[in-house]
């Protein structure tokens, strides 16, 4: 059983099936549902969202913008997203708080470490938005750094798959999933689950990493258990 986790979700995770450029009303209301169920099991939750739904700067720039103001744009994108997904959690009952590494008080609370931890303690689901605050670093980066702040036991990166594969399992028949990983190994091999800079700042604080398929319904349950699902990245 973990105390307290970081739940990673992508921007896309929002989307519809076969349309990851939205945020569509039944799968935020199946994430928050799923995500209820773990919350009421009595694990401190906090939740980085990522805004590739919306815009994604390192892709969406396209020449036209630079990375700078693109990244920025994309930063402004998760907190669209935590705003959905907080309205959402509230719905099944769980009491949310959004809290931005970007200034914008209309809307939610700059991120403080002191009152997030507070917000933990309560009960309260915390999700943070804007990423790092800063462009070229990704919303996996801002996990690693959010899950160190707040004394995280494990990240969960809730993705599209059942893991981490030895290669794309929608590009190569030949890849096979990977139960059980060290951190090392998984730089060496390059495997593309986590950027580099965000899978060494989980290793430098010792903060495993469970890959699982957001999709299965219990899943997050099943994680929060301590039942063996996707695949667990941790040190030798």
């Given amino acids: 059983m973990y105390k307290r986790v970081l739940l990673k979700l992508s921007g896309e995770a929002l989307g519809a099936p076969g349309d990851s450029r939205s945020i569509n009303p039944p799968s935020l209301t199946y ?7 773990g919350v009421r099991k009595g694990v ?3 939740i980085v969202i990522g805004g590739g739904n919306i815009w994604r700067g390192a892709r969406d720039g396209h020449g036209m913008i630079d990375r700078v103001t ?7 994108a998760t907190i669209i997203n935590a705003m959905a997904l907080q309205s959402a ?3 099944e009952g769980v009491s949310t708080r959004v809290q931005t ?3 914008i008080s209309r809307l939610a609370e700059p ?3 002191r009152r997030a931890m507070r917000h933990l303690e309560k009960g309260r689901v915390v999700i943070f938005a804007g ?3 800063n462009p070229y670093f990704t919303t996996d980066t801002a996990a690693a750094l959010r899950a160190a702040e707040v004394n995280a036991d494990v990240i969960f990166k809730a993705t599209q798959v059942d893991g981490v594969y030895t290669g794309d399992p929608k590009k190569d028949p030949r890849a096979k999933l990977i139960k059980d990983i060290t951190y090392m190994a998984a730089i060496s091999k390059g495997l593309k689950f986590m950027d580099a800079s965000a899978l060494t700042l989980c290793m430098e604080n010792n903060i495993p990493i469970l890959v699982f398929d957001l999709h299965v319904p219990g899943n997050i349950r099943k ?3 301590g039942e063996k699902v996707g695949t667990l990245i941790h040190h030798a």
Avoid at 31 to 37: D, F, H, N, Q
Avoid at 70 to 76: H, P, Q, R, T, Y
């Fill in 111 to 113: 991120f403080i470490r």
């Fill in 101 to 103: 590494s970007i200034e």
């Fill in 70 to 76: 693109s990244d920025n744009m994309g930063m402004l």
């Fill in 31 to 37: 994430i928050a549902k799923e995500t209820a169920k």
């Fill in 44 to 46: 401190s939750l906090a």
């Fill in 131 to 133: 990423g790092t605050g």
């Fill in 223 to 225: 994680a929060l258990s």
């Fill in 89 to 91: 959690l509230e719905h």
